[in-house]
């Protein structure tokens, strides 16, 4: 089992930033993949961001230039670095991992919320 902590979301106005962290315990040892999903009200959810093992990082379009996302393999967490918020970045923002146990599990956040408003 991998459990997974969640922080570092508030309230910013258009155009600030944030930096959620995720940090990841127990069966640590096999995670293939670490990322972020956001879901808002009535909306689905979607992938924003990920990043492999071996460094490999893919983003959504709509954040690309705007978020980063970073792994610390000694901390065992990940990051999103948000920049140039916009209202449409608002949402609920969980973090997810992909552990490789013979066939691909899923593990989640209890999301953390950011809410973008002037």
């Known amino acids: 089992q991998v459990q997974l902590v969640e922080s570092g979301g508030g309230l910013v106005q258009p155009g600030g930033s944030l930096t959620l962290s995720c940090a990841a315990s127990g069966s640590i040892f096999s995670i293939s993949v670490m990322g972020w999903y956001r879901q808002a009200p009535g909306k689905q959810r979607e992938l924003v961001a990920t990043?492999?093992?071996?460094?490999?990082?893919d983003y959504t379009d709509s954040v690309k230039g705007r978020f980063t996302i970073s792994r610390d393999g000694a901390k065992n967490t990940v990051y999103l670095n948000m920049n140039s918020l916009k209202p449409e970045d608002t949402a609920v923002y969980y973090c997810?991992?992909?552990?490789?146990?013979?066939?691909?599990?899923?593990?989640w956040g209890q999301g953390t919320q950011v809410t973008v408003s002037s």
């Open positions: 990043v492999s093992i071996d460094g490999r990082t």
């Open positions: 997810n991992v992909k552990r490789l146990a013979g066939g691909y599990l899923n593990y």
